[in-house]
């Protein structure tokens, strides 16, 4: 529990340094997230009739952008899990390299949306045991597939590994780690109801990524120690001894300090 406690600090003290940066990445994404949520029902409202089939490509074109961007964002916020920053310059540099990952997530998401309003809802209007089961099989694998492709970005940023490692890395993460995937879920779910009652601005998808960027930087720690020490139980990882350094560099803030560093 050393090791979650500490990821939560050091991702409220990073989030808090860092949030005017945050908000701005953030307002990026609500204007793109604009397109596949708003410009049909815009077009629709102005008088102009929008088939099904230009519905569908408006979206899917919607979130085939907003997963650019938040790779993007990704490989942006990895810069101050490392105790530094980025500017806008860097941004623009991170697109040119993120759109191939942000384009593949973005397929995947597209798929995803499509299971979650066509295909569940017709299992489901089957009137029948097999119809039930069907919409729980795809359900299940729904849920198996947010929670060890939530690290997907972060992953990509990190580990720079080319598209199909990146996937691979991902399923290794979650089996072999399943407690701490799920523990990661619940707080981006909590983050995520967050992000809604402040209009997406704070901690929004930029403060997520930089939890799960995070998270993973932390958790490759584990790996590191594994590897120097061959043969010792996964169970038994010295997270006392691998948070020396990190805790020392991060520091510990008291919420006078939090909220006003500068008079510290």
Known sequence: MDMFGFLIRKTAYDSWD????IV???IGFVAILAIPVYLPRLINIIGFEVANWLEIAIRAFGILLC???????AL???SISDYSSFGSADFLRNLKK??????IMGLAIFVLFMIIVIVIPFYMSIDSMLGLFLAAIVFWAMIFGILSFQFYFAVH?????TLIKTFKKCLLIFFDNPGFAVFA?????IALILSVLLAFMFPGPCGILLFLDEALRLRLLKYDWLEANPGSKRSKIPWDALLVEEREKTGVRTFRNFIFPWKD
């Open 18 to 21: 860092n949030m005017f940066r």
């Open 24 to 26: 701005l990445v953030n």
């Open 67 to 73: 997963s650019v961007y938040v790779a993007a964002a």
């Open 76 to 78: 942006s916020v990895k």
């Open 98 to 103: 993120a759109w191939p990952a942000g384009l």
């Open 157 to 161: 940023a990190r580990l720079g590994s």
């Open 185 to 189: 879920f619940l707080h981006n779910f």
